[in-house]
């Protein structure tokens, strides 16, 4: 069994025991409840939303992560004009523990 959940603006495929990154949220050891779009069981596949309403899927939030550096350089040629900025994405790693249909 999986599930399509929507986690931090994007779309992750996750089923029981997956740990991924998603935007942060909650500090270590919270439980959070995430949005399917879509679960599949064996052959039958979920996609309404009344359906979907009942499904739950759940997961912990093990610890806080920051993403990888991206550096931004601003230059201008011929005017001595350069500027460096750093910025790191914070994120959470979370663990799925169930997903209840």
Same mark, same amino acid.
Do not use: F
């Given at each position: 069994?999986?599930? /399509?959940?929507?986690?931090?603006?994007?779309?992750?495929?996750?089923?029981?025991? %997956?740990?991924?990154?998603i935007? &942060?949220?909650?500090?270590?050891?919270d439980?959070?409840?995430?949005?399917?779009?879509l679960?599949? %069981?064996?052959?039958?596949?979920?996609? %309404?939303?009344?359906?979907?309403? &009942?499904?739950?899927?759940?997961?912990?939030?093990?610890?806080?992560?920051?993403?990888? #550096? /991206?550096? /931004?350089?601003?230059? #201008?040629?011929?005017?001595?004009?350069?500027?460096?900025?750093?910025?790191?994405?914070?994120?959470?790693?979370?663990? /799925?523990?169930?997903? %209840?249909?």
């Amino acid at each position: 069994m999986y599930a /399509i959940v929507r986690a931090g603006g994007r779309q992750e495929k996750v089923s029981v025991g %997956d740990v991924l990154l998603i935007d &942060k949220i909650g500090q270590a050891g919270d439980k959070v409840q995430l949005q399917p779009l879509l679960v599949v %069981d064996g052959g039958t596949v979920t996609s %309404d939303a009344s359906k979907l309403a &009942k499904v739950t899927v759940t997961a912990e939030v093990v610890k806080a992560a920051k993403g990888p #550096k /991206i550096v /931004i350089l601003k230059y #201008k040629n011929k005017t001595g004009y350069r500027k460096r900025q750093g910025h790191r994405q914070p994120l959470t790693q979370v663990k /799925i523990t169930s997903i %209840d249909a």
